[in-house]
């Protein structure tokens, strides 16, 4: 197997190199260890930045974010909820940040309105009457799932592949460059070499990890993000807590949930994240100061992503460390066909793979210039089915009282998941349970699975695409990972669930749910 580009890294960042390199005319092949968007974009707010979160402690990033903004909501609209957003002041915040607030945004040309407290309360009625100033910002949510499918689907129609459940394990270096790269398939075990003229490195925590293989190391911090997910929307835009960066201080609609996060946690090990009940515990409490009704709702799920900080600095927490994003050129290194792009934000994903894509053609001797500031992103099967909403309108439009619904709460029907095994095998992958999660909104609702996971199973099972014990290890990574976010949040109503739950995987698959070690 060869490829003029190997790209490593399956997130935002990465399927949009795959996308940017095919739109001037070079292919490439991506490769994932996981699934798309295993990493931290899958595991974020899904928030559109406006810049107004960075202006008074990362000026370029603020600066950054407000101008990819703007080209994300002009080029992939599918993607974007332009629901606008507040920054809002609780009494005893700082009132000289407060103050101060309006002439960072027009240093940064990130626009910003004062309105009265009262005002912000009739556009978000659960505000706290403590609210004391308030600010409307640009902010919007972004469906990173469909961001990252649809920017892979484009590449793959142009002449890329990609390759899920497959692993970079070392590097074949000869006169400073890399001739192949050896990859696994860590489901077969099975290993192969690809011939490559240039590596990107775009695996985000991970990114040290390949590196390591070229004996380069790159200084990256990781922080561990939590955020909880309500069980219904409770606000229509945006809300952002106008205090420096902190815990649990942006409130994001998205769909039909809300999620208020996040916390940073310096980790060790990417690879070993869970949400905890401290946290949980914290994240309710600081978010409750802003919308008190967060101390009343019910939580489906906690999650949580890591962020790849570039440096060896910035304080206990990492939040002073900055959210800009590093592009290194490891011929400095001496080899001189590796490049890596790390740091950044979801919001910035398309600018980081256009200066990344920028080096490589410089490298390759390509001239074509970048399209993905002018070019619209185009929709397409493989990701449509992660818009919340979309199962059900086709169905009522189609007339097909036939198409059986496998989901209740997210409402996914038979014909969403035909669509998703045909998606899949068109690429030669083998569809699972967590695979059709990560497409479309099966078991992301308020049963988190419980339910519409065994009635998904059984009709994979009825495909032929679920056999044997195969499928049943199957269906408990589904499981296991639903439960991954749920046993911190065990209280009230989701407690009786999750009792619930374990009595039918226990009883039926001998699943016992697992609370991860600490």
Known sequence: MQTQVLVIGGGATGTAVARDLALRGVTCILVEKGDLNSGASGGNHGLLHSGGRYVTNDKEAARECKL??????????????????????????????????PSHCAECGVPCEAISPEEARELEPTLSENVIAAYRVEDAS???????????????????????????IGFDIHDKKIRRVLVKNVNTGNEFYIEVEQVVNCAGAWANQ???????????????????????RINYRIINRLRRPSDADILVPGGTVSIIGTTSTPVEDPDAIYPTVEE?????????????????????????????????????????????????????????????ITGGKLTT???????????????????????????????????????PGISPKRWMRSHEPDDIMICECEMVTRRAIDEIIKSLKDHNEKPGLVDICMRTRLGRGACQGAFCGMRAAAYLYECGELTGREGI??????????????????????????????????????????TPSR
């Open 142 to 168: 972004v469906d990173p799932f469909k961001l990252t499918l649809l920017n892979i689907s484009q590449a793959i129609s142009l002449g890329s592949r990609r390759l899920r459940s497959t692993k970079v």
């Open 349 to 387: 994903f398309r600018l980081m793979a256009e200066k990344t894509v920028d080096l490589v053609c410089h490298k390759m001797g390509v001239t074509a210039p970048c399209r993905t500031t002018t070019e619209p992103l185009p929709t397409t099967t493989g990701g449509q089915w992660t818009e």
């Open 473 to 514: 290890v199957d269906i408990g990574t589904f499981f296991q990972e639903r439960w991954k976010g749920i046993h911190s949040i065990l209280w009230g109503d989701q407690l009786i669930q999750a009792e619930l739950m374990e009595s039918i995987h226990c009883g039926l698959f001998d699943e016992e749910l697992h």
């Open 68 to 101: 990819e903004g703007d080209i994300v909501k002009r080029l992939m609209p599918q993607c974007v909820e332009d629901t606008g957003g507040l920054f809002v002041a609780v009494r005893g915040d700082d009132e000289k940040f407060i103050a101060d607030y």
């Open 280 to 340: 949980v515990d914290l994240i309710i409490q600081e978010g409750a100061a802003m919308v008190p009704v967060l101390e009343r709702s019910r939580f489906v799920r906690a999650y949580c992503g890591v962020r790849p900080l570039f440096g060896r600095s910035g304080g206990s927490d990492g939040r002073n460390v900055s959210r800009g994003f590093a592009l290194l050129d490891h011929a400095d290194a001496n080899v001189e066909n590796l490049t890596t």
């Open 210 to 232: 390949i590196t390591s293989l070229a004996g380069i190391e790159v200084p990256i911090q990781y922080s561990k993000g939590t955020l909880l997910v309500t069980n219904d």
